[in-house]
């Protein structure tokens, strides 16, 4: 998955960034409104994690104003308990609203259920044919058998689940699994989708590479 943290406090995004990535996720950080505009016009996220009080404005008149072409689920971080505060931020178009300071594995758990509800679902677990994917536990089942499997396998073999039968390029992929900042080539893509292959082999699922377009996951 791909986020944007969009906050001004250094010191709260570093650790926030770092939790993240421990999960796997790519994370660009931007500690401004007019930081947050630039990204989103040069990329796609899956999930907005957007601080309220910015150099630049309130966060929640951005979020307004910008419901009308963003359809990408944010979470607003802020620390207004008033509720309301949080009514307000959810009228004005917010999934979800967490009070600072915050633990992280909430914010996690946040993160996974807005992702959910967006999906269409209310379960972590993910079906893929005849397997099973909890991108929670890290786990693949097909019968009795269960693989686990690493952090940057996690969150490509999510991708893939969450685009089923859809070919997907390279760069679409590196721009799903890694941040900005990140010096990958496409040849990491390459290497994490052999990894992956193998992974799957005998779980009923396949990743078919499209000459010339990129890869496609079938069950």
Known sequence: ??????EDN???AEAIL???ALDGHAVDHAASLAAAEDCLAAASY???LLDVMLPDGDGRDFLARSRAHLETPVIVLTARARISDRVGALDQ???DYITK???FSELEARCRAVLRRRGGSARNEITLGAATFDPMAGTLSHGKTTVELRNRE???LEVFARHPGQILSKSQLMERLFSYDAE???NAIEVYVGRLRRRIDGMGLRIETVRGLGYRMES
């Open 1 to 6: 998955m791909r986020y944007l943290l969009v």
């Open 10 to 12: 250094a010191e709260l």
């Open 18 to 20: 770092n939790r993240l």
């Open 46 to 48: 899956d999930l907005i």
């Open 93 to 95: 178009g917010a999934d």
């Open 101 to 103: 300071p915050f633990d």
């Open 154 to 156: 996690i969150r490509l």
């Open 184 to 186: 990958v080539t496409e």
